[in-house]
């Protein structure tokens, strides 16, 4: 049984910074994609970013490129998501995922199938 466990979320300045941390168990391959999404209020919940574990290649939504990094932490199955240059539109519930349905790993999809229960992000002077 896989779980996802999000945290590090909190309310910071526009500008600001924060680094979110997903702390994963079961899962048991390295094949494996894993990524952080965002829910805005009354928005459909949307990727962040999105990794393929074994090989380390990456994909980003436009709007994030060059502020927010994705990273892995194997040794402690930990997904991390870096946040720099906070815009108040970055506010919203962030969620850590494992485990594509269908398809690659790399279009934005929101196809998961393993949740975590998110934790909230905000973004506000």
């Known amino acids: 049984q896989v779980q996802l466990a999000e945290s590090g979320g909190g309310s910071v300045q526009p500008g600001g910074s924060l680094t979110l941390a997903c702390t994963a168990s079961?899962?048991?391959?390295?094949?494996?994609?894993m990524g952080w999404f965002r829910q805005a209020p009354g928005k459909e919940r949307e990727a962040v970013a999105t990794?393929?574990?074994?090989?380390?290649?990456?994909y980003y939504r436009d709007g994030v490129k060059g502020r927010f990094t994705i990273s892995q932490d194997n040794a402690k199955n930990t997904l991390y998501l870096q946040m720099n240059s906070l815009k108040p539109k970055d506010t919203g519930i962030y969620y850590c995922?494992?485990?594509?349905?269908?398809?690659?790993?790399?279009?934005?999809?929101?196809?998961?199938?393993?949740w975590g229960r998110g934790t909230q992000v905000t973004v506000s002077s």
């Open positions: 990794i393929y574990i074994s090989s380390g290649i990456t």
């Open positions: 079961g899962v048991t391959s390295s094949r494996v994609c």
């Open positions: 995922a494992a485990e594509k349905n269908s398809g690659s790993c790399y279009t934005g999809s929101t196809d998961f199938i393993y």
